[in-house]
């Protein structure tokens, strides 16, 4: 009984939530990983993009709430999420138009765009900033939870609740969800090989008759969609606020690395090692403890090797160690 109380505690507070936030990780750092695969150069600006996709989801929600509009048990914003998508699509596709074009243009380095990327960081800051304010924004409605923790104990008897929020099994399902479309897209339709070829050899694909500007387009549209999934799912989540998805940027950057930048497959383990190390490492641990070791043995303090609030710290530090032990990370980094 006392093991089962302690893998409730452990499902409750570590498991599940970082399979949540693996997931939200996971497809932040596809994104990163699809514009370094096939535009060659690190978009320090994806987390504002998921910030600017998640305000126009926001906007939107406001605005169908306002109508009247609703999906029952299940959160506004998932009405709203396509309007977002589209959003966030114009705002890439002017933003490449305008900045990031002329640059491919002339060939420059990566790193000429990487400086550039960080401008386009702060532009987007602002902007989302000065149009949604800098503060929190709630904009979840539908059922909360679809287990409470008052149901499972009466259920089973046990002391420990295990309580799941309707947030959380979203996220874990539309994760799986996007992440099986975008792989069959990948690996199954023309465009998405084409991208794959451009990204595998840029000259070849030019001579097979590919087209570049063709390639950039969807892959800004993809990247447009991730980032907005990614930042919805956060948001609803945890709660919006322009300033976290600034911060976002390291945890997924590191997922990205750590699991090989330029690899999907690596975007989406990397996020999961960020999530689990990030949850364990800042997690007090005596509430599961007690309940696995003797009376005598029981844990006085709260057995937390780090506070929570340096759990950015545990992606900085990974990272560190990722770069210079394995610098291509797990699954090697390679194109697309």
Known sequence: MDFLNALVALSNFVLIPAITYGSQLALGALGVTLIYGILRFSNFAHGDTMAFGTMVTILFTWWLQSMGWHLGPLPTALLALPLGILGCIALLLVTDRLVYRFYREQKAKPVILVI?????????????????????????????????????????????????????????????????????????????????????NEDLALLSGINPERVVMYTWMIVAALATIAGVLYGLDKS?????????????????IVGGLGNPLGAIAGGFIIAF??????????????????????????????????????????????????PTGIFKGKAV
């Open 277 to 326: 190390s990030e949850v364990t490492i800042t997690y007090a641990w005596k509430k599961v403890l007690v309940y696995l070791m003797p009376e005598p043995l029981e844990p006085e303090g709260l057995v937390q090797l780090l506070s929570t609030d340096y759990k950015f710290a545990v992606s900085f530090v990974i990272l560190l160690i990722v770069l210079l032990f394995r």
């Open 240 to 256: 919006f606020k322009p300033f976290v998805y600034f911060q976002l940027l390291l945890p997924i950057f590191a997922s990205a």
């Open 116 to 200: 550039v990327s960080m401008g386009v960081m702060f532009i987007m800051n602002g902007l989302v900033r000065f149009i949604i304010g800098p503060d929190d924004q709630r904009f979840a409605d539908g059922t909360r939870f679809l287990v409470t923790a008052r149901e499972f104990k009466k259920a089973t008897g046990l002391n420990e609740g295990l309580a799941l929020k309707a947030t959380q099994g979203i996220t874990i399902v539309t994760a799986v969800v996007v992440v099986a479309l975008l792989f069959w897209f990948l690996n199954r339709t023309r465009t998405g090989k084409s991208m794959r070829a451009y990204s595998d």
